[in-house]
């Protein structure tokens, strides 16, 4: 299967994205350890880039969050469940590694939510962002600590603006 590859800019930085030709793969935000293969050749035209930088582009102006975007993650079983509740997750709002577990049905598997909200390729219209630590403090994200203040902050100034990495959210 042929994978291609394209880029965007955005408030982040530059976004990598990856396709099989048809969905999204892969989305690699700025400053993540494991970027999208170099093997995939760059096709900027592709009709799946451009809706994708579309809706992205509207998603970093304010206006939306709603992707409606053909995807294809590859995973287990139990991280597909996972991705597919974090799409349930509504813009603004955040949920504990401990309720998205009890969410897919194994409530003790929150270190397991945790792995598989780690492996998620396709983070923003996924959005694993969106997933805080039982405390209320923000933890890890692929795009590091700042992108996802900065993607809360967007989606819900009113409760992330004050926030700092620092304290409890």
Same mark, same amino acid.
């Given at each position: 299967?042929?994978?291609?590859?394209?880029?965007?800019?955005?408030?982040?930085?530059?976004?990598?994205?990856?396709?099989?030709?048809?969905?999204?793969?892969?989305?690699?935000?700025?400053?993540?350890?494991?970027?999208?293969?170099?093997?995939?050749?760059?096709?900027?035209?592709?009709?799946?880039?451009?809706?994708? *930088?579309?809706?992205?582009?509207?998603?970093?102006?304010?206006?939306?969050?709603?992707?409606?975007?053909?995807?294809?993650?590859?995973?287990?079983?139990?991280?597909? *469940? $996972?991705?597919?509740?974090?799409?349930?997750?509504?813009?603004?709002?955040?949920?504990?590694?401990?309720?998205?577990?009890?969410?897919?049905?194994?409530? *003790?598997?929150?270190?397991?939510?945790?792995?598989?909200?780690?492996?998620?390729?396709?983070?923003?219209? $996924?959005?694993?962002?969106?997933?805080?630590?039982?405390?209320?403090?923000?933890?890890?994200?692929?795009?590091?600590?700042?992108?996802?203040?900065?993607?809360? *902050?967007?989606?819900?100034?009113?409760?992330?603006?004050?926030?700092?990495?620092?304290?409890?959210?």
């Amino acid at each position: 299967m042929s994978k291609w590859r394209s880029e965007m800019n955005s408030p982040l930085g530059t976004i990598k994205l990856e396709s099989d030709g048809s969905a999204l793969t892969r989305i690699a935000l700025p400053g993540e350890k494991n970027q999208p293969g170099l093997t995939a050749k760059r096709c900027d035209d592709l009709p799946i880039f451009e809706t994708a *930088r579309k809706q992205l582009g509207n998603y970093f102006e304010g206006n939306g969050g709603e992707f409606d975007l053909p995807l294809a993650p590859s995973g287990t079983d139990f991280q597909l *469940r $996972v991705w597919a509740e974090l799409r349930r997750i509504p813009r603004g709002e955040t949920i504990t590694y401990a309720e998205l577990a009890q969410r897919v049905g194994s409530p *003790r598997a929150h270190r397991a939510v945790g792995a598989a909200n780690g492996r998620n390729h396709l983070p923003i219209i $996924v959005p694993c962002h969106r997933v805080i630590g039982s405390t209320g403090r923000l933890t890890g994200f692929a795009g590091g600590l700042e992108a996802k203040v900065w993607l809360l *902050r967007l989606e819900n100034p009113e409760r992330w603006i004050s926030k700092s990495l620092s304290r409890n959210a």
